[in-house]
Nanobody
């Protein structure tokens, strides 16, 4: 049974940092393409970062240089380090995977079968 559990969200002021975690069970993070998405109220869910099985990382332009995706294979956990946070980063953040080694084309949340419950990030100005 695949399960993803996000944590680490919270409220911070602009310029602050947070580190999100996604604990996975039912598969190993080292063997799948896995992503972070976010969704702000009234907006579509958007992909912000992904890491594949070769540890190649990809970022949305809006977070490039500020966010870092990584994984700890021993803990079977995915992370998202978020620095220099902006009010526009406010959203619910989700980790997701379709459970395979290859990656979908960027930015199609409907193609992912497994989602966590999300963790809220709120950035105040």
């Amino acid at each position: 049974q695949v399960q993803l559990v996000e944590s680490g969200g919270g409220s911070v002021q602009a310029g602050g940092s947070l580190r999100l975690s996604c604990a996975a069970s039912g598969y190993t993070v080292s063997s799948v393409c896995i992503s972070w998405f976010r969704q702000a109220p009234g907006k579509e869910r958007e992909e912000v970062a992904r890491i594949d099985t070769t540890d190649k990382t990809t970022y949305a332009d809006s977070v490039k240089g500020r966010f870092t995706i990584s994984k700890d294979n021993a803990k079977n956990t995915l992370y998202l380090q978020m620095n220099s946070l902006k009010p526009e980063d406010t959203a619910m953040y989700y980790c997701t995977t379709h459970g395979s080694w290859w990656c979908w084309a960027w930015g199609y949340p409907s193609r992912y079968a497994h989602w966590g419950q999300g963790t809220q990030v709120t950035v105040s100005s």
